[in-house]
């Protein structure tokens, strides 16, 4: 199996090939909020992401989406 169909298996649909991945810090540190608030977002489903080991990464695209869909661009904490 080559290197890019490993990763697609592992990463699945949802992240695509080659996407940058974001922790919860550098996400809370983004949007000014506290890490729970990103960690309550990715248990809502409002937020997409991985899971690598016990850690969540976030797709960019999603932070990018999420920054759309809101609006304004600000979070309700």
Do not use: C, N, W
Not at 1 to 29: F, K, N, Y
Not at 63 to 71: D, E, K, M, P
Request: no cysteine; net charge positive; aromatic share 4%.
């Amino acid at each position: 199996m080559s290197s890019a169909a490993q990763r697609s298996d592992l990463l699945g649909d949802d992240v695509p090939s080659g996407a940058q991945l974001l922790t919860v810090a550098e996400i809370s540190t983004m949007f000014r909020v506290s890490k729970m608030t990103i960690y309550r977002m990715v248990h809502a489903g409002e937020l997409a992401h991985v899971r690598v080991g016990r850690s969540f990464r976030v797709p960019a695209d999603a932070v990018q989406a999420i920054l759309i869909s809101r609006g304004s661009g600000q979070l309700s904490a």
